[in-house]
């Protein structure tokens, strides 16, 4: 047989509350009641003097005292429990906006790079896994935090590394055309491109630079749209041919 042990805590607290009242009324009833009876007052006259109700005061002054400090107990624990309330409804609402941020950055960032690949003649989006790259960008975004992450920022880094060393091969001579290693440079971007959810086939040379463009086109949109008030660096201009 199974139980279900979870508990509603609101509900919890208030039947505790009940039973905290409860219990002090009817302890308040005992205690009055004992002394009422040790003390004899049903055989006694009634007596409004001041000596009459000074004496009535002092005789149940444990009473009185027992039920200060329970309803001091019960307004101690409402305060607790207030509080506590409090400060789930706060988490609660502030778990409530950062899964609201993210989600909808995220959607907002989908629909962007959808509809700005199909300008890209060259680009394929099947072949971008969308959410590892929007992971790489914002690794906090579930927690709310837009911040773009370092690593993108060096993955961009590498990217514009391999295109400077491959610009400083390729001066435009004939001489010199052979120092590019297109197959190379094909490997080595691929391989880059891939660890932020860019997959992009190996091809001939110039389709190959034609899929370049139409990717590194589409990376500087995110981040000029995304990322520009975090200094994201953009894809510099490609020379070689």
Known sequence: MKFNLKCDPLKVSKYLIIFHVVITSLAFI??????YIEQSYFNRPFCFTQK???TFGLSFKDAFDFLEISLKLLFTSVTIFSIYFALRNYISATTAAKTTIHLTNLNTFKDYLISESKGENALNVKKIDILKWYNIIYPDSRFGELYVSETYKQKLSEINRLIDN???CFSGTSEEVSFFDY???QTQMINLLKTIGISLPRSPRNSFKDNERSVFSLINKINKEFCGHNNATLIKAQNYR
Do not use: A
Request: charged share 15%.
């Open 166 to 168: 491959s610009n400083s």
């Open 183 to 185: 197959k190379q440079h």
């Open 30 to 35: 005992f205690i009055t009641s004992v002394i």
């Open 52 to 54: 009459c109700i000074k």
